[in-house]
């Protein structure tokens, strides 16, 4: 006898989107098929409701307003299941001194299973601790291109030496992909000739530098024999460079967030600081060109950026602080512009939310996917559930979401982490040590891992 079983919905599984049963035993996938002849504890019934993979978000931030407690319980309530966190490890701080913090912080109360990156802010003096990291099961390493005035960027020879680094150890990089002391200069001349920011900051920092700086970065990853993963990519001309990269057999990963497929520049006119994010919000072509980067599988994975940070639309610009929360509108959003849009098909959405992240950033098959001894990791979504986001409905601490008023059709309404209920009638279940670490083994996955699954 199972302990669960989840009759009559569409599942989406290994082969496609087909009506099926799921059994669950001991936290993981017993059995998956039609009218199955198991017993179970308890039933659910999922008639007209798709049943999907829980989703899998490898890019949050849990060091502003929401932290390694309340990310995991906003990000719940968006269906999503796993999240891999960055761990700052900011100038003055040891790499594994940070993870073992984050690590031992986010066990104590996390309610969902997690990851760690390394953040490296001063690569200089933490890269040698990476072959450390990698023991540990943090194999995945961030760099910053740009925010020189913030004191966190990271220059070629010290990019170039860490990549060299993970090469060797067989881990892989991460970079925020901008030319951070061409983006100040335009930043400070903007700013000298007393021009309205609303105006001028996307041209402050224009698509063509970041695609200059996914260019280099590749280049150096390359030479480095090292696997990357290029975050947050935002437009056609990035695209365009990666396409390159890939065309020549480059082991180059690429992710965008709900943000930049759901919103565009002129946004900053209405939401001002609220939607200040980096790199920024492009142009309408740009949006679609993301669409459809995922639809042919030059775009490997959807992950949300969340990283809440206090601020009102009444703030100076430039001063105001980049970021915005976006996990718990992710799922709903891109289930309705892909989906709902005919951009994508929901066996593709899955795969570049649950599947793809779990793969490259090796979790897969334990993780990312419905099929027997995967982990029991499930959402329950109703793709015809008409929903208006707002800000007071979510459970994010920021006082604001981007899509304010913004009406949706599709949300989850039940998932389980490990065969346990962990969100049901918009309420979460909340286990402060439900949550478990979970190794990566990044720097394995191949990009014809991905594209044969399309």
């Known amino acids: 006898m199972a302990e669960w079983i989840i009759r009559g919905g569409s599942v989406a599984g290994p082969r496609g989107v087909e009506f099926a049963d799921v059994a669950i035993e001991a936290g993981k996938i017993l059995a998956v098929g039609r009218d199955l002849n198991i017993t179970a504890e308890r039933t659910i019934d999922a008639s007209d409701l798709l049943v999907l993979p829980g989703i899998v978000d490898v890019h949050t931030h849990p060091v502003y307003l929401d932290d390694l407690e309340s990310l995991p319980i906003t990000a719940a309530h968006g269906g999503i299941t796993t999240v891999i966190h960055f761990a700052y490890a900011k100038p003055g701080d040891g790499l594994m001194d940070t993870i073992h913090r984050f690590r031992e912080e986010a066990e104590a109360v996390s309610i969902l299973d997690f990851g760690l990156h390394g953040g490296l802010f001063d690569p200089a003096h933490q890269s040698h601790e990476i072959p450390l990291a990698i023991d540990v099961g943090v194999t995945s390493h961030k760099m910053f291109m740009t925010y020189a005035k913030l004191g966190w960027m990271t220059d070629d020879y010290q990019l170039m030496r860490t990549l060299d680094i993970l090469g060797r150890v067989g881990g892989m990089g991460m970079v925020h992909a901008e030319n951070g002391l061409a983006t100040d200069y335009l930043e400070d001349k903007t700013n000298a000739a007393g021009e309205d ?20 970065a590749i280049a150096m990853a390359q030479v480095a024999g090292c696997s990357l993963y290029i975050p947050h990519m935002t437009a056609q001309l990035g695209l365009e460079v990666l396409g390159r990269a890939r065309a020549l057999g480059y082991r180059v990963f690429a992710e965008t967030c709900p943000q930049y497929l759901t919103l565009t520049e002129a946004a900053l006119r209405e939401q001002g600081p609220l939607v200040k994010i980096g790199p920024p919000l492009r142009s309408e072509s740009d949006r679609l060109a993301l669409w459809q980067g995922l639809a042919t599988g030059l775009l490997d994975t959807i992950a949300s950026d969340h990283a809440a940070k206090a601020k009102t639309r009444d ?38 939310m649950c599947e793809n992240p779990a793969r490259i950033f090796g979790l897969y098959p334990q993780k990312g996917v419905i099929q027997p001894g995967s982990d029991a990791d499930l959402v329950l979504f109703d793709p015809h559930a008409n929903v208006q986001i707002t800000q007071a409905a979510q459970h994010s601490n920021a006082s604001y979401t981007a899509y304010e008023g913004m009406s949706v059709c599709g949300a989850p309404v039940l998932s389980m982490q490990r065969g346990e209920i962990l969100l049901e009638n918009g309420e979460v279940h909340t286990d402060s040590r439900r949550g478990r670490f979970l190794r990566t083994k990044c720097g394995n996955a191949t990009i014809a891992d991905l594209k044969s699954r399309q």
């Open 197 to 216: 920011p609303l105006d001028v900051f996307v041209a402050t920092r224009p698509a063509i530098l970041e695609a200059e700086a996914i260019h280099r």
């Open 315 to 352: 703030d100076d610009f430039f001063a105001a602080a980049f970021g915005s929360p976006q996990a718990e509108t992710m799922l709903p959003l891109a289930y309705h512009g892909g989906v709902g849009g005919n951009r994508l098909s929901l066996k593709r959405l899955v795969q570049v």
